[in-house]
């Protein structure tokens, strides 16, 4: 099983496409590739790919080249794009620390059709999903995300969380086995009644508003030194952007009605393991995990037997 380390995605989806338009503007006597792009972006050429897919929705050789170079506004995208948050969904949720396994959906290697990274890696979920299915074995949650292994090869990963008594896996393809850090994440997928659309174009939807918007209209910033991820949970995806700080330091955000997370117990001890230099009282632990204090001491003597002080 390769052991792997993480890059870093790139900045806000917006202004990676912007600077992607401007140097298409600025070069008008070359023929734009996306090797070109990539090695202008800092990016590998299937990573650059799959972005702009995802914002734009098609391929840069389905781009009539020609008509951004003629676009007037200078350093402006051609393209005029709806935000549409009113059918996304977001919470807040605080994850431990993951050992994941997985393996390439789409690599540097790979040769793939124009556009079917997600069309692909969803595919493959879907298979896993039938699979349980027949077996009749519940179906655990699984995760997308780009990778690059010690070699610094990208790939577009599909795992699963390791148990803790479970060897290596064997099979054809390579296996790499990724560590995510305990964190707190904010999560978005699509409100349930919105079904217009295919389930590949909601997630696209909802991925574009966590790249692109979030972040600057709620001033709450993403880790760049962790990795975000989609997840499938019964039958549902969702994208988890990990926070550069915890969530109980934003929660201004609490006034919009948002979704609050439950804490289960080892959450609590996680967190007075992680902090036990600090004064950890009744009330300082019951404001982080959004409860009363006198709620917060009442549980805690029901599984401990013992009053906090």
């Not at 850090?181 to 079904?195: G, I, L, P, Q, R």
């Amino acid at each position: 099983m390769a052991q792997v380390s993480f890059q870093n995605a790139g900045g806000r989806l917006y202004g990676e496409m912007q600077k992607c338009i401007i140097y298409i503007q600025n070069h008008p006597d070359q023929d734009i590739t996306m090797e070109d792009l990539a090695g202008r972006m800092a990016y590998a050429p299937i990573q650059l790919s799959y972005l702009f897919d995802l914002f734009f929705e098609k391929s840069l050789e389905e781009w009539d080249i020609e008509k951004i170079r003629a676009y007037q506004g200078k350093g402006k995208i051609p393209y005029e794009r709806v935000i549409d948050k009113e059918n996304t969904e977001i919470c807040f949720v605080r994850r431990r620390e993951q050992k994941i396994v997985a393996e390439s959906i789409l690599s540097e290697t790979e040769k793939s059709q124009k556009g079917s990274f997600l069309e692909a890696a969803m595919e493959k979920v879907k298979e896993h999903a039938k699979d349980n299915w027949r077996k009749r074995t519940s179906t655990e949650e699984r995760m997308l995300f780009w990778w690059h292994d010690s070699e610094y090869r990208f790939h577009f990963l599909s795992g699963r969380e390791q148990s803790k008594n479970e060897g290596k896996e064997r099979g054809e393809r390579e296996t790499f086995e990724v560590v995510l850090e305990a964190s707190d994440y904010v999560v978005f997928t699509w409100k349930e009644n919105f079904t217009g659309r295919a389930a590949e174009s909601m997630l696209k939807m909802v991925l574009k508003y966590a790249l692109c918007d979030w972040e600057t209209e709620n001033q709450i910033w993403y880790d760049q030194n962790k990795i975000y991820f989609i997840s499938y949970e019964n039958g549902k995806y969702y994208v988890y952007m990990p926070l550069q700080k915890r969530i109980q330091e934003n929660y201004k955000i609490k006034s919009t009605k948002q979704e609050r997370k439950i804490y289960a117990l080892n959450e609590w001890i996680d967190y007075i393991d992680e902090h036990i230099k600090e004064e950890l009282t009744a009330k300082n632990l019951a404001t982080v995990f959004g409860y009363s204090e006198r709620h917060f001491r009442n549980v805690f003597q029901i599984y401990y037997d013992i009053n906090y002080k």
